[in-house]
Nanobody
Framework: QVSLVESGGASVQAGGSLTLSCAAS????????MAWFRQARGKEREGVAL????????YYADSVRGRFTISQDYTKNTVYLQMHSLKPEDTAMYYC????????????????WGQGTQVTVSS
């Protein structure tokens, strides 16, 4: 069992920055992929950023590449999403997800999800 708890969501103005955190607990040593997804109101959930634990491999959605950075602190079992130059279209509920395999933004491959943290960007 793995528990994921996100935090750091807030309301910010366009151009601002936020850092989201995802604290993992439980059998985290078996987690191979850690990802951030987001879901805007009325839209489908989409992958934003992911990393393969124990490697430097990181992947980003085109819409956030160059503005968002995913990272992991192994000592704290925490994954971060640094977000810069935020745009109103970044407004969404952001979810942390964990997979036991190396995978991309394929939701069904992620077996543990957090409850989400809301990010609202105003113009």
């Amino acid at each position: 069992q793995v528990s994921l708890v996100e935090s750091g969501g807030a309301s910010v103005q366009a151009g601002g920055s936020l850092t989201l955190s995802c604290a993992a607990s439980g059998s985290t040593n078996l987690r191979r992929s850690m990802a951030w997804f987001r879901q805007a109101r009325g839209k489908e959930r989409e992958g934003v950023a992911l990393l393969y634990t124990g490697s430097e491999n990181k992947y980003y959605a085109d819409s956030v590449r160059g503005r968002f950075t995913i990272s992991q602190d192994y000592t704290k079992n925490t994954v971060y999403l640094q977000m810069h130059s935020l745009k109103p279209e970044d407004t969404a509920m952001y979810y942390c997800a964990s997979s036991s395999i190396l995978t991309g933004f394929i939701e069904r491959n992620y077996d543990y999800w957090g409850q989400g943290t809301q990010v609202t960007v105003s113009s």
